[in-house]
């Protein structure tokens, strides 16, 4: 009778998500956590007996010092691919398990085919790409447009994670592409394609036979509408990097951006240009934030942004419309919305110079590239400012700096980077907040002059002196 009593209670009904994972007490149409309809699915979930002792078993391979364990096999292999190596650090580590997440049509297949071809002409060993969204002759067209075509490089279209395994056992490659993740189903594992806990599923095994391998894995992502990795977050754990990449559709830039690398540092950018033959390696790409004028043009400035550890001279322009009644329009691309409502307060209030509450106002940057970093303050303000008293700025002029509501210029990271980056493209005045050339790192690069400025009226002089300066000469 306490037998039976135990077995019932060991084994009960469950709900779980298939989607987000959410475990709910009873069965709901929508799930409260993520706000899917139709996604609660009934499961069985096991109840352990509490009190089992866990018996101790001999491991497999015996622990041993650090200094006698050899780093060799976590050197990184050079993709030949410039820009995702930069963001990698260096490279695809042997075992490692890459998860590459990105919007659709973005260009990630486009990415991952040209890195398989260049993996199989340089790495020595066979790549392997398996597409579960795609046929092979799809993929195949798509490489004949690059010209990613290798003989060590094979195609499989599959939907079945045992298939995919009976693929690397007769192919034996160095590297894996599988896309996507979510397209993969794992047998005798409950749920749909894409759910939770077969995405957990397919995703462990994987990583379990590409460490027992040494083969490199690139596992592409579905995203979310809010742009998160879709899936269980575990998905993110499990493996050793995860990328995002990113881009306007309307725009020819690509990045992609480090979110965790176990193998150099998390907080990298590459930069792409997407066009007709496929995707390339952007090295310089500051020149395609920036415009080029015969003579100077009020309402532009440019500034000097971070994008993980690399420097981009952008510019920012700024278009001050007519007087309207009512509300007027405050509209930008590239800019934090935001951060632009509090700078035009600013401006109009600090500086008495400005009269901007019955006006229109666009703002926007070049190139596609989206600025949210509170160093662009100065050079939004700049940019408005320059196109509301029909002021054009020195073209050799770069301003950096965050814009307090009192109106002063407070210090960015990384301030010497951003003018060395700056005296490179030809800069010769640079606008900074106080301090920064004392801060060690903020030293003025050789033929730039570099000018403190301690708020945002004293900037807007200083600008105005370097743009008369320049037109007396």
Request: charged share 20%.
């Amino acid at each position: 009778m306490t037998t039976s009593r135990t077995s019932s209670k060991a084994a009960r009904p469950a709900y779980v998500c298939d989607a987000c994972g959410h475990q709910p007490p009873k069965w709901l149409g929508r799930c409260p956590e993520c706000g899917e309809w139709g996604s609660i699915i009934e499961s069985t979930v096991t109840v352990g007996v509490s009190g089992r002792v866990v018996s101790s078993r001999m491991p497999a391979e015996p622990a041993r010092p650090i200094s006698q364990i050899s780093a060799a096999a976590a050197r990184a292999v050079p993709t030949g691919v410039g820009e995702l190596d930069r963001v990698l650090g260096g490279g695809l580590v042997p075992g490692a398990v890459v998860l590459l997440a990105g919007e659709p049509g973005v260009g990630k297949s486009t990415l991952l085919l040209d890195v398989a071809q260049q993996w199989a002409a340089g790495a020595g060993t066979p790549s392997l790409v398996v597409s579960g969204e795609e046929s092979v002759s799809q993929v195949r067209l798509r490489a004949e447009r690059l010209g990613a075509l290798h003989e060590r490089l094979f195609l499989a279209a599959e939907n079945d994670l045992g298939t995919v395994i009976g693929h690397l056992d007769a192919v034996k490659p160095g590297l894996l592409v599988l896309d996507s993740v979510q397209t993969v189903s794992a047998p005798g594992t409950e749920g749909v394609p894409g759910g939770v806990t077969q995405v957990r599923a397919v995703t462990a095994a994987l990583v379990s036979i590409a460490k027992e391998r040494g083969i490199a894995t690139v596992l592409v992502g579905h995203v979310t509408k809010d742009g998160q990795v879709a899936g269980p977050r575990v998905l993110e754990h499990l493996v050793d990097v995860v990328l995002h990449f990113e881009g306007d559709k309307h725009s020819s830039l690509r990045l992609v951006r480090g979110v965790k690398n176990r193998f150099g540092a998390a907080d990298e950018v590459g930069c792409f240009e997407m066009h007709e033959g496929g995707i390339t390696s952007l090295p310089d790409p500051s020149g395609l934030f920036l415009t080029r004028y015969q003579e100077p043009v009020p309402g532009t400035c440019v500034t000097v942004a971070m994008e993980g550890r690399r420097a981009l001279v952008t510019e920012v322009q700024a278009l001050i419309g007519a007087e309207v009644q009512g509300s007027p329009r405050r509209t930008v691309s590239g800019l934090d919305s935001a951060r632009l409502a509090m700078v035009l307060a600013v401006l109009e209030r600090r500086t008495k110079q400005l009269k901007l509450y019955n006006r229109e106002v666009f703002a926007a940057t070049v190139g596609g590239i989206r600025l949210v970093e509170p160093s662009a303050d100065l050079a939004m303000a700049l940019a408005v400012a320059s196109g509301g008293l029909d002021l054009a700025m020195a073209p050799t002029l770069v301003a950096i700096g965050e814009v307090g509501l009192t109106g002063e210029i407070r210090r960015v990271s990384a301030i010497g980077r951003r003018l060395a980056e700056a005296a490179r493209l030809g800069f010769r005045v640079a606008l900074v907040p106080p301090g920064s050339t004392n801060s060690g790192e903020g030293v003025a690069p050789k033929g730039m002059e570099v000018i403190e400025v301690g708020d945002l009226r004293s900037a807007l002089q200083s600008a105005a002196r370097a743009s008369a300066e320049r037109g007396s000469r």
